[in-house]
């Protein structure tokens, strides 16, 4: 996300329907999964090896 607008997509396995996406403050991507018991993910770059 860059600003308001998607600068590019990719597809995560992460085993959940996701609700909404947004973008905090220091960059990281922050999805709400729908679930009743729904939880916020923090989604940030893979450390580089």
């Known amino acids: 996300i860059d600003g ?3 600068a ?6 992460l085993g959940r329907r996701i609700r909404d996406v947004a ?3 220091d960059g990281a991507v922050m999805a709400l999964t729908d ?3 729904g ?3 923090r989604l940030t770059p893979a ?3």
Do not use: T, W
């Open 47 to 49: 450390a580089s090896q």
């Open 39 to 41: 939880k916020i993910l």
């Open 4 to 6: 308001k607008q998607v």
């Open 8 to 13: 590019g997509e990719e597809v995560l396995a």
């Open 23 to 25: 973008q905090a403050p």
């Open 35 to 37: 679930e009743p018991a």
